[in-house]
């Protein structure tokens, strides 16, 4: 059972096409993150059996709870993907009513989805058909574009649908990443909610997350662009929760260890040249707060090898420097 998943105590990764592959989850996984969200997925690219959405799938029994978000705006589309991923064991997933690229939403997937609550709905009914209570979330943003926001009812109907619980990213879709994310909206939509809902948007530190959950009263928090920045906000997260003597918080490893590791994993989960170009831009963003390694960062950029990685981790090192700060920390 996911329920007991969805609490405040027990933060999940986000769904982040391009990022979320299987090393990264694992890593999130061992910093603290309760359960890791897949990419997003074309239910349509799996029925025609593309290999590379398969490999987004790429999975092992340490990667669990996995959610496995489809996207597509084809009821029996969805309906039929989520059957046979079933079939191949895969148990809980999400609908991505989000996604504002325009080579999704031309599609009607995605945030296009915002535009028609019924369809929608009846796309979120036909996952649940395919796999029973308690396996299928909807992640939603605000709404297509301000001033339209999706109707406070759509999150009873989508119970009556059979959806266990809800993500809201509160930007509309037309939005992207500008602005703030709206949390007093989020409030709204968490009150007028009968699922639990987990709050998305703005959470770059652990902090926000923590302060995100007492504004607006969300079952859970998603860290998405935090856990890129530094995926040890999971372990941050928990070491903000209330400590007795007897549970002392987790320890924060220092960031190199953290590089080492996830490049460890890149190597043994992952496509090897693909992994090493995806390392070109993960660790930079991890030692971006170091003093003094812009020209590693410079070199990070341009990596043709795991040795040549672990130089440059090496000599991060060795500048001597504090692990990566959340804001207000010291160090
Ligand atoms: C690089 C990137 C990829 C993303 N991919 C997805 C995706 O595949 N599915 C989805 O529902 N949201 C996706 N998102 C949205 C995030 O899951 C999250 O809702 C959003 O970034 C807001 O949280 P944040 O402001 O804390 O980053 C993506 C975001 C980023 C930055």
């Known amino acids: ?30 910093l603290g993150a309760a359960v890791a969200v897949t990419e997003m997925v074309s239910a349509k690219g799996l029925l025609y059996d593309s290999r590379n959405t398969r490999r987004l799938l790429d999975t092992c029994p340490a990667d669990s709870p996995l ?9 029996d589309c969805l309906y039929r993907a989520a059957v046979a991923l079933a079939g191949d064991g895969f148990t ?5 009513c989000g996604c504002s690229v325009r080579k999704v939403i031309k599609t009607g997937a995605g945030a296009a989805l915002l535009d028609d609550p019924d ?6 009914a036909a996952m649940v058909r395919a796999l029973g209570p308690g396996r299928v979330g909807v992640k939603l943003r605000l709404g297509p574009r301000p001033p339209a926001r999706v109707d406070l009812d759509l999150a009873p109907r989508l119970a009556d649908a059979g959806v266990s619980w809800l993500t809201l990213h509160p930007r509309h879709a037309s939005q992207g990443f500008s602005g703030t994310a709206n949390h007093d909206a989020l409030a709204a939509f968490v009150a007028a909610s009968p699922l639990p809902v987990l709050a998305s948007g703005d959470l770059m530190a652990a902090e926000d997350g923590r302060r995100v959950l007492a504004h607006t009263g969300a079952a859970g928090v998603m860290y998405a662009r935090g856990a890129l920045a530094d995926p040890r906000i999971f372990a941050r997260h928990a070491a903000l929760l209330p400590q007795t003597p007897e549970t002392p918080g987790p320890a ?8 080492r590791r996830h490049a460890a994993l890149c190597r043994e989960y992952a496509d090897d040249r693909q992994a090493l ?10 030692l971006r707060d170091l003093p003094g390694c812009r020209a590693l960062r410079d070199r990070l950029c341009r990596v043709e090898s795991w040795d040549e990685l672990a130089h440059i981790v090496d000599e991060a090192e060795a500048l001597g420097t504090a692990p990566l700060q959340a804001p207000g920390e010291t160090a």
Do not use: K
């Open 92 to 96: 809980y997933f999400d609908l991505n």
């Open 277 to 286: 170009l995806r390392m070109r831009t993960a660790v930079p963003r991890y």
């Open 67 to 75: 959610v496995v978000q489809l996207f597509s705006s084809e009821p």
């Open 1 to 30: 059972m996911l329920h007991p998943l969805i609490a405040p105590h027990a933060p999940w990764l986000a769904p982040l096409a391009g990022f979320s592959d299987l090393p990264f989850r694992l890593l999130c996984r061992e």
């Open 119 to 124: 369809w929608l709905v009846g796309c979120a």
């Open 252 to 259: 924060l490893p220092p960031v190199c260890e953290v590089i």
